[in-house]
């Protein structure tokens, strides 16, 4: 007869515990067969915010779903169905898996033998792997670090109410859920928000009043030793169901007993419940009538989720919130939908300070570039693709620490961002280009405008400056994709308005910067880099524009099919690569080029003076 298996032990809830630990957080989640995803695997590595871009019907609602499903497991909505196959087709060769990477900080909860120690940063890591050979319940396994391989039929924590309570809770809103189903979340993340206010509150008092137990932890204690003690009482009665139990079963397997443990300790935060078990949320105009929130629009049951996630985000950061049980996962898509434009500002801002709790990551899907703050630190994005061949393609494409931005470059970027929220647009696919100011923006946006089609898919971004052409290309620097630069060559030196005396340009020392920051990318043939010398408005207007200089630049396109052409042959090559460069631009590779080029355009022309 097989030997019986261990008792797998539950955890106990950290709220009862009390243990300051770091709590668990996802680190990278790998799809493949599921649903639209293919054979090929997407592999999405995980930071606090996570953005998945990308085309409609390409698989970024999937991905959500993907970890939803795991964290399910265990019941019915764990369980695919026919659909969740590649093309509701189930192949043996291609079965659907999910395999998820969990940061740990205990390595006896698992088992040691689950648990990889990178040696760099000395993280630990648990891998899990569920696998559906047809519809239903999936089989799970876990990575077994002393085989090197996935282990065939065992999986770290054991039972999956065990092993769930040691990764983040998954919360999902759909982008076109019932108003019942929002009403129901949003009523879900206020009682969360209001059982952990109670918790602090009580505790606050009781340290207000000298220490000890606050009113929360007595009334805990109190049902404790209640269930104690009526588990005492009942002694006799568990024993003699035990006896009779074991008896009968010892006539089918000899020499086995039955051991009945109610375990009354545990568990005791789930016995309270603060106010009706089915609470309403109301809403209307103060003084008016107010109806339940199931009768609103999807805009406003959207913003009340905000609300009470933002809530949530701005509980204080301290012992009591990184006590505040298991850690969870806000799986969203497109935020922007139904929103007001203020609204969608407010949305990202609440989503971007929920992780400030160290209690949440976020994942969300989205077709706006307003959701993407590059000046963050915390951030993935992640581009899923939907590929000529019918195959979708999915890979994290911008990390913060892979960027190396400094803070001189978080800065620029947090100033482009206000300036101009749609900059981030590039996220999203097609051929970028940068460009240093507004006059060259506006003016190829002309051009664009006048061919759609031969200009199909491209996203031309203005720096606002040399500082934030760097900042950016850093972030380009990622994509491993070809894009290109045009920014402005300038003078090394100028005449001061004031003293009248030569001084150094700073415009021009930005210079060997761009020209570093793109090295890489130029001797591959992914970036093109062109200056204008020795600017945009001298160099294709022939003359310095003052004043107004997008207005200018666009009046003097509309009448002058001269500078048109010369303007669109300059756009042409920044598209393609293989396209001569027009006179007024330079591709230059050193600062001895650039000096040569400038020194020309100048010739015997006085030098401007600084503005």
């Known amino acids: 007869m097989a030997k019986a298996k261990s008792k797998a032990v539950e955890p106990v809830p950290v709220a009862v515990a009390a243990i300051p630990v770091p709590r668990p957080r996802l680190h990278k989640l790998t799809i493949s067969n599921f649903r639209c995803i293919g054979p090929d695997p997407i592999e999405i590595e995980l930071d606090d915010i996570v953005v998945l871009v990308g085309p409609n019907n390409s698989g970024k609602s999937s991905i959500l779903r993907a970890y939803e499903i795991v964290m399910l497991h265990g019941s019915d909505e764990g369980k695919l169905s026919k659909d969740d196959f590649p093309d509701g087709v189930f192949d043996p060769l291609n079965i659907p898996t999910i395999e998820l990477e969990t940061v740990v900080f205990d390595k006896t909860a698992p088992g040691e033998r689950w648990v990889r120690t990178d040696a760099a940063t000395g993280e630990m890591f648990v891998r899990e792997k569920w696998t559906w050979t047809q519809p239903g319940v999936p089989k799970k396994v876990g990575w077994d670090n002393t085989i090197g391989a996935w282990h065939e039929n065992e999986c770290p924590w054991g039972a999956p109410n065990v092993a ?88 089918v397997f000899p020499g086995y007993s039955v051991i009945f443990d109610p375990r009354p300790e545990e568990n005791v935060d789930k016995s309270i419940i603060l106010y009706k078990p089915n609470p309403l949320l109301k809403i209307g105009p103060s003084g008016g009538f107010q109806s339940t929130i199931d009768r609103q629009g999807s805009g406003t049951c959207r913003t009340l989720i905000w609300t009470a996630l933002r809530i949530l985000a701005e509980r204080p950061v301290g012992k009591t919130a990184t006590q505040a049980g298991r850690a969870h996962l806000l799986l969203m898509d497109e935020p922007e939908i139904c929103l007001h434009p203020d ?60 960027a190396r931005l400094d803070d001189d470059d978080r800065t620029e970027l947090k100033l482009l961002n206000l300036c101009d929220p749609y900059v981030s647009e590039f996220f999203f696919g097609g051929k970028t280009i940068l460009v240093e100011g507004d006059t060259e923006y506006t003016a190829f946006k002309h051009i664009v405008a006048q061919d759609r089609s031969k200009y199909k898919n491209i996203h031309i971004v203005r720096a606002r400056g040399k500082a934030c052409l760097v900042s950016l290309c850093k972030v ?64 294709f207007f022939g003359e310095a524009v003052t004043g107004d200089k997008p207005y200018s630049a666009l009046a003097r396109l509309k009448t002058d099919d001269a500078t048109f052409l010369k303007i669109s042959s300059l756009l042409d090559c920044l598209v393609d690569f293989s396209a001569a460069v027009p006179d007024g631009a330079k591709a230059w590779a050193s600062i001895d080029e650039l000096k040569v080029a ?11 003076a600084s503005k």
């Open 164 to 251: 769930q309570a040691y990764r983040p809770e998954p919360i999902r809103v759909d982008a076109f859920q019932k108003p019942e189903e929002q009403a129901e979340k949003v009523i879900s993340l206020l009682t969360k928000a209001i059982e952990e206010r109670v918790k602090e509150l009580s505790k606050k008092k009781s340290e207000e009043a000298g220490g000890g137990l606050s009113i929360y932890e007595k009334l805990l204690d109190t049902i404790k030793q209640l269930r104690i003690s009526i588990a005492a009482d009942a002694t006799a009665a568990v024993g003699d169901v035990q006896t009779s139990f074991a008896s009968m079963l010892g006539e």
């Open 598 to 608: 400038v020194t020309a355009f100048d010739g015997a022309k006085p030098m401007p």
């Open 476 to 539: 380009l620097n990622q994509f491993n994709k070809d894009y290109a630069v045009l920014h402005d060559a300038d003078r090394e030196k100028v005449i001061s308005k004031k003293t009248k005396a030569e001084r150094s340009n700073s415009a021009w020392s930005e210079n060997q910067k761009i020209l570093t920051v793109t090295e890489t990318g130029r001797t591959t043939g992914h970036i093109r880099l062109l200056a204008s010398v020795p600017n945009f408005e001298e160099a």
């Open 343 to 402: 609204a969608i500002r407010e949305a990202c801002r609440v989503l971007y300070d929920l992780p400030n709790t160290k209690n949440w990551q976020v994942m969300i899907t989205t077709h706006s570039p307003v959701f993407i703050d590059l000046s963050r630190d915390n951030t993935s994005i992640a581009r899923v693709e939907l590929l000529a061949n019918g195959k979708v393609r999915g890979t994290t494409i911008y990390r913060p620490q892979k």
